[in-house]
């Protein structure tokens, strides 16, 4: 016996409220029986919370884009990009030879009319 239960005794004892030990025993037993139910019933709680998060996760990780997929499209996303400022550039080289070509008209122009005077 430990020693807290050998102060319940004792205080049974001393307030006259002894008790025979089959009906201890039973008591003892009843008592362990509700502390294992409780026990029980809190670890089928926590197990049942348990299985919400893995649920929870489980669905997350279908939404999720494989590494194989987000690197394919990524390619495919900096091939694009590449060729807009490869047009880009092929545009704005246009654009100033086209100034190029109107500034040597109109040079010529003023040549002309500068000539004829």
């Known amino acids: 016996m430990s020693v807290d239960e050998l102060k319940e005794l004792d205080l049974l004892i001393s307030t006259g ?3 025979t030990v089959k009906e201890f025993l039973v008591s003892q037993l009843y008592l362990h029986e509700r502390a ?3 026990a029980s019933k809190e670890m089928n709680r926590r197990l ?6 893995r649920d929870q996760l489980n669905r997350q990780a279908i939404t999720f884009v494989t590494k194989d997929a987000h690197d394919a499209v990524h390619q495919a996303l900096l091939l694009s990009i590449n060729k807009l400022n490869l047009d880009a550039a092929t545009l704005a080289g246009k654009a100033s030879m086209t100034y190029i ?3 040597w ?3 010529v122009i ?3 009319v500068a000539w004829l005077k």
């Open 110 to 112: 003023a040549i002309v």
């Open 101 to 103: 070509y109107i500034s």
């Open 105 to 107: 008209l109109l040079a």
């Open 36 to 38: 294992l139910d409780v």
């Open 48 to 53: 049942e919370s348990m299985n919400e998060v």
């Open 17 to 19: 409220k002894v008790v």
